[in-house]
C-alpha cells in the first residue's frame, strides 16, 4: 500500500477517486487543487495500515455533504472539516489519533488528507463505501459494526457549525445533517462515526486510496501510449465496459441538498440507449430499457478518449463517453448492506442483481 | 407581580397568553393540560423579578420552535426543553441560574415553566417579546444587547438532538435552526441566548407572565359577569376591538417549518371584510383592503361571545370572532427593532403606522 500520500500522488488519486467516484464524491479537479496548495505548505500526508493498526486507536469518519453541483459553484473555505474534527474533539474532550476516509469516490478522497494534515494526524487507507454513496448511513462502518453516526459535527465555509450528540438512528442523522447542509449552502465539512481500530479492521474497505492511486496510474500511462483508457479502467477494476456512446441529454437538479435526475446517451452507431438515474452517485443503468447495473455495483462515466472520470456535475450533452460496470466491493452485498445501498434503498422496485467478481478494497497486484 | 405560577394560575395565563400569542407560541390549551400534570407532580414554579435579579446570574431563553399546526397534532414528550437545557448546561459546561421565557404568547410562556419545574430553577418574569413571533432573531434580548443565539440546543420529542456552538448571525441561526426543526417534525425544544441578569433587566419585556395571568383573570371574570368580554381585552391592554364578524375563509399550509397563510372575515352586518396574513402569529389586518394593524402591534383574534383566544390552528370557517388591535411594547418599536420584526422584516412593502400607546411589558395595576 502506499505508506504517504505526496504531491506526485495528487493527479493518480484525483483520477482514480473521480471513477470511483460514481459521479459523486465532490469535483476530483477541485479537490486536488486545494490538496496541492495545502500539501506545498505542509508536505506529504502519512496514511496507516487499516490492519496493523492499534485497536484501540480512537477515529473518526470524515467526508463532505451536500450536492456536488454545489462542490464546483460555492468553493470551500479551506478548513471545514478540520473544525469539524476539532469541534467532534471538544464536543467529546478527547483526541482522534487517525482520521478515516467516509468515502474513497471523488474529491472526498482528499478532503480528509487535508483535514490530516492541518491536524497533524494519519489517514487511514480505507474508507466505508469502496466507492461513493449520497447519503451517510450508507456506510460499511455502520451496517458493519456497531458504531452510530452521532455524535457528528459540521462546519460550513463561514462560522455556521453543528454538533449532533445523539438521533434516534443513523437513518435520522443523515435527515438532520442533510436539512443541516442546506442551511449551509449545500456543502459542509462532516465528522462523524467515531470508532476504534478494530472497528476499522472489522468492517472497511481496505486499501482503497491505493487502489485510486493505482487506477489513476494506470489510466495515465494508457493515456500516455495511446492504449484504450476505458479498457484499462476496467481490467484494473474486474470490472467490464458497458456501453460507448454520446451524451444526449441531461436532467439535472439541485434539490434538498442532493443533485437529482438522469443522463442519457446513445451509442456511436445509434442503435443503443443507455440511459442512468442519479441521486448525486449514478444508481441504475439501463440498455434499451433493460436493466443492466444497478447500485452497490458501481456504475462509473470515463471520457471515451481519455478515460478521465465525468462526474454528475459536469454531464453535459455531446460528451463521448465510455460506462464501466464494475462488482461491487463484497461488503456492500450481504443482507444489511443491501437494505441500506441495494436499489429498493433508493426507491427502485428492482432486486440487485449481483455483476460478477467484485475485488474493491483488496490491495492491488 | 406574581411570585409563583400555582396550579390556580394556569387557567388564567393559558387565556392571556393565547390572546398576547396573536395566533401563535403554541396551543395554550395543551400547553395548560401539560403544565399542570407536572405542577401536580412537583408543585408550584417561583418566579423571579427581572429589575431585582442578581445581574451576575447566568440564564438563557427556552421556548419551542415549530408550526403551531404540527403542536396539536404531534404531542410533546414532555422533557424536550428540559433536555435541551441540560445539553447547553453541558456543552458550555456551567450551570444556569434561571430560564428566561422566549415568547410569553400561547403554550410558550408555559413550556419554560415545564423546564423550570424539571431542572428545579426558577422562571425570570420576563419575555423577548410580550407577544409571540415566528423566528427567533425576533427578540428583544438580541436587537437590545450584544447578546447571540448561539450556542443554542434543540431536542426533540425521541432522541434527536443537536447544538449549534457558533453562527454567521442570528438570522443564519433562525435558518439553521428552522430546517433542524423540520427534521425534528416541525416541533422541538430549543434553548438558546445565554445571557447575564444584567442583560435581562436591560432588554426584557418585564413582568408579561404577570400581565398575562392578569389578563386571563379579567376574562375570566367578565365571562362570570356576562361582560362583553372582548372590550374588556381590549381595555385590559390599552387596545382597542378592530373588527367583529365571523370567519368566511381560511387557507392554511404547513410549510418550510411555519403555519402560514390567511383569514377572512365579514362584520357581522356583512358589509366590511377584515383580512389577516400569518406566518404562525397574525402579522397584519386589513379593513377592506386598507392596511390597519401591522407587526409588531399585536393583531388577538377571541372568540367573541367568551373572549377565548383563537390561534392560527384553529382558525375555521363560521366562528364568531372579534378582532382586537393592541399597541407593540415599545421595546419592539425602536428601530433596531423595527428592523428585525416590522413590516418589512416579513417582506410587507409596507411603513409600520404605530396604535398610539403601548404598556405591554409593565406591572399591571
Known amino acids: 500500500m502506499l505508506s504517504e500520500v505526496t504531491l506526485d500522488d495528487i493527479r493518480p488519486i484525483a483520477i482514480g477517486a473521480g471513477i470511483l467516484g460514481t459521479g459523486g464524491g465532490g469535483n476530483p479537479y477541485l479537490g486536488s487543487l486545494h490538496l496541492e496548495s495545502i500539501?506545498?505548505?505542509?508536505?506529504?500526508?502519512?496514511?496507516?495500515?487499516?490492519?496493523?493498526?492499534?485497536?484501540?486507536?480512537?477515529v473518526c469518519v470524515a467526508g463532505n455533504i451536500g450536492a456536488p453541483t454545489?462542490?464546483?459553484?460555492?468553493?470551500?473555505?479551506?478548513?471545514?472539516?478540520y473544525r469539524a474534527f476539532r469541534l467532534l474533539e471538544q464536543h467529546i474532550n478527547r483526541k482522534f489519533d487517525a482520521i478515516v476516509i467516509a468515502e474513497i469516490g471523488g474529491a472526498n478522497s482528499m478532503q480528509p488528507l487535508i483535514a490530516g494534515l492541518q491536524a497533524?494526524?494519519?489517514?487511514?487507507?480505507?474508507?466505508?463505501?469502496?466507492?461513493?454513496?449520497?447519503?451517510?448511513q450508507m456506510s460499511s462502518f455502520?451496517?458493519?459494526?456497531?458504531?452510530?453516526?452521532?455524535?457528528f459535527a459540521m462546519v460550513d465555509a463561514a462560522d455556521n457549525a453543528a454538533v449532533i450528540p445523539t438521533a434516534i438512528s443513523d437513518v435520522w442523522s443523515e435527515k438532520i445533517a442533510r436539512n443541516i447542509a442546506v442551511s449551509m449552502g449545500a456543502r459542509a465539512g462532516l465528522v462523524s462515526t467515531i470508532m476504534t481500530g478494530a472497528q476499522v479492521k472489522e468492517a472497511g474497505i481496505h486499501y482503497t486510496m491505493t487502489l485510486a492511486h493505482h487506477l489513476g496510474q494506470q489510466v495515465i500511462e494508457a493515456q500516455q501510449q495511446k492504449s484504450d483508457v476505458p479498457t484499462v479502467v476496467a481490467d484494473t477494476l474486474d470490472g467490464n465496459v458497458l456501453f460507448r456512446g454520446k451524451i444526449t441529454d441531461v436532467?439535472?437538479?439541485?434539490?434538498?441538498?442532493?443533485?437529482r435526475g438522469?443522463?442519457?446517451?446513445?451509442?456511436?452507431?445509434?442503435?443503443?440507449?443507455?440511459?442512468?438515474?442519479f441521486q448525486n452517485e449514478f444508481l441504475i443503468a439501463k440498455i434499451n430499457d433493460e436493466i443492466a447495473v444497478t447500485t452497490?455495483?458501481?456504475?462509473?462515466?470515463?471520457?471515451?478518449?481519455?478515460g478521465e472520470p465525468v462526474t454528475t456535475e459536469v454531464l453535459r450533452y455531446g460528451t463521448r463517453v465510455a460506462v464501466i460496470a464494475v462488482p461491487a466491493p463484497e461488503q456492500l452485498k450481504t443482507?444489511?448492506?443491501?437494505?441500506?445501498?441495494?436499489?429498493?434503498?433508493?426507491?427502485?422496485?428492482?432486486?440487485f442483481n449481483p455483476l460478477s467478481g467484485g475485488r474493491i478494497g483488496y490491495l492491488p497486484n
Open 142 to 151: 455502520l451496517f458493519g459494526t456497531d458504531a452510530t453516526v452521532t455524535p
Open 296 to 306: 452497490p455495483d458501481l456504475i462509473c462515466i470515463v471520457t471515451e478518449d481519455e
Open 39 to 58: 500539501m506545498r505548505e505542509k508536505g506529504s500526508q502519512p496514511l496507516i495500515d487499516p490492519l496493523t493498526m492499534d485497536d484501540d486507536a480512537l
Open 70 to 81: 454545489v462542490s464546483i459553484e460555492k468553493l470551500p473555505e479551506g478548513t471545514e472539516m
Open 335 to 351: 443482507t444489511a448492506a443491501l437494505n441500506v445501498v441495494g436499489p429498493k434503498a433508493f426507491g427502485y422496485d428492482v432486486e
Open 251 to 259: 436532467n439535472r437538479r439541485t434539490t434538498k441538498g442532493f443533485a
Open 262 to 277: 438522469g443522463v442519457r446517451m446513445e451509442s456511436f452507431a445509434g442503435n443503443d440507449i443507455l440511459e442512468i438515474e
Open 120 to 136: 497533524g494526524i494519519p489517514v487511514v487507507d480505507s474508507d466505508s463505501m469502496g466507492r461513493a454513496f449520497p447519503e451517510i
